[in-house]
Antibody, heavy 116, light 107 residues
Framework: EVHLVESGGGLVQPGGSLRLSCAAF????????MSWVRQAPGKGLEWVAS????????YYVDSVKGRFTISKDNAKNSLYLQMNSLRAEDTAFYYC?????????WGQGTLVTVSS | DIQMTQSPSTLSASVGDRVTITCRAS??????LAWYQQKPGKAPKLLVY???SLESGVPSRFSGSGSGTEFTLTISSLQPDDFATYYC?????????FGQGTKVEIK
């Protein structure tokens, strides 16, 4: 059974940094595109970034380009999102998801709050 | 960016009702559309991909149709477990974009 577990969320001041992690279980991680999708509290879903199986290609929504970096460690079955220069509008639940186009499995989400 | 617009935003229905949710794309996306269900406090769950392909394990009362710019998600007989928010998502062109959601409420 596919299982995705996010960690690393928390409260951070504007301009600060945070690194999210996602541990993957139950499927061949090295063969999978992976993505991050976020949801501001009470709002809709927003795709953030996707990474190809071997990490060679990465795609981002414009609002995070240059600030966020997606990466994956296939040896550790783990996905990451390095978030720098955080803004209040980045406050959201961040979900790790399997897939690079549509998302067949999701983690439970981790909350990132950007506030002073 | 491709804009996805769902209607209605909220839908009130009773158990046993046939329910249809519409999703329109700002340009043709062929059949590159997915539908998700989300319950409060939970992660979204994939229901349909490629406009009409039912994800494994999803009840057959759910069905998707459409191509080009207009798509529908139909629940043939609404069950108590189906009261949730539903989202469409296009994946023909980055950035992938979602509709704003349709909340299905108990009438």
């Amino acid at each position: 059974e596919v299982h995705l577990v996010e960690s690393g969320g928390g409260l951070v001041q504007p301009g600060g940094s945070l690194r999210l992690s996602c541990a993957a279980f139950g499927f061949t991680f090295s063969n999978s595109w992976m993505s991050w999708v976020r949801q501001a509290p009470g709002k809709g879903l927003e795709w953030v970034a996707s990474i190809k199986q071997d990490g060679s290609d990465k795609y981002y929504v414009d609002s995070v380009k240059g600030r966020f970096t997606i990466s994956k460690d296939n040896a550790k079955n783990s996905l990451y999102l390095q978030m720098n220069s955080l803004r209040a509008e980045d406050t959201a639940f961040y979900y790790c998801a399997r897939g690079g186009s549509y998302f067949g499995s999701w983690g439970q989400g981790t909350l990132v709050t950007v506030s002073s | 960016d491709i804009q996805m617009t769902q209607s209605p935003s909220t839908l009130s229905a009773s158990v046993g009702d046939r329910v249809t949710i519409t999703c329109r794309a700002s340009q043709s996306i062929s059949s590159w559309l997915a539908w998700y269900q989300q319950k409060p406090g939970k992660a979204p769950k994939l229901l349909v991909y490629k406009a009409s392909s039912l994800e494994s394990g999803v009840p057959s009362r759910f069905s998707g149709s459409g191509s080009g710019t207009e798509f529908t998600l139909t629940i043939s007989s609404l069950q108590p477990d189906d009261f949730a928010t539903y989202y469409c998502q296009q994946y023909i062109d980055f950035p992938w974009t979602f509709g704003q959601g349709t909340k299905v409420e108990i009438k």
